[in-house]
């Protein structure tokens, strides 16, 4: 099993970005799915999470401007980022439940200039 995340990018404040995480391999099960960031010199922080039945849950600096949705049949975790803030750079990373077993993608880069 393998996460790939992309979609991260250089943006000026208040524009938007769509990462997307992509599970590939031999899926059994899948789990709770959450985008995560780590900006330089601080912990890796949640973003938004999504569980089974859609229930979403959301760190409080991006409630409001960020939505987290997931695409099963295409194995992809979305994370719709609206009205962006030079807080909101840093490393973003998807994190999925798969065969019982947390998987991590590699990280995608989002920059945000004011």
């Known amino acids: 099993v393998q996460l790939q995340a992309y979609g991260g990018g250089l943006v000026q404040a208040g524009q938007s970005l769509r990462p997307s995480c992509v599970v590939s391999?031999?899926?059994?099960?899948?789990?709770?799915a959450g985008w995560y960031r780590q900006a330089p010199g601080q912990q890796r922080e949640l973003v938004a999470q999504?569980?089974?039945?859609?229930?979403?849950n959301y760190g409080g600096s991006v409630k409001g401007r960020f939505i987290i949705s997931r695409d099963v049949g295409k194995r992809t975790v979305y994370l719709q980022m609206n009205s962006l803030k030079p807080d909101d750079t840093g490393a973003y990373f998807c994190?999925?439940?798969?065969?019982?077993?947390?998987?991590w993608g590699q990280g995608t880069q989002v920059t945000v200039s004011s």
């Open positions: 999504i569980r089974s039945g859609g229930i979403t």
């Open positions: 994190n999925v439940g798969v065969n019982s077993r947390d998987y």
């Open positions: 391999g031999i899926i059994r099960s899948i789990g709770a």
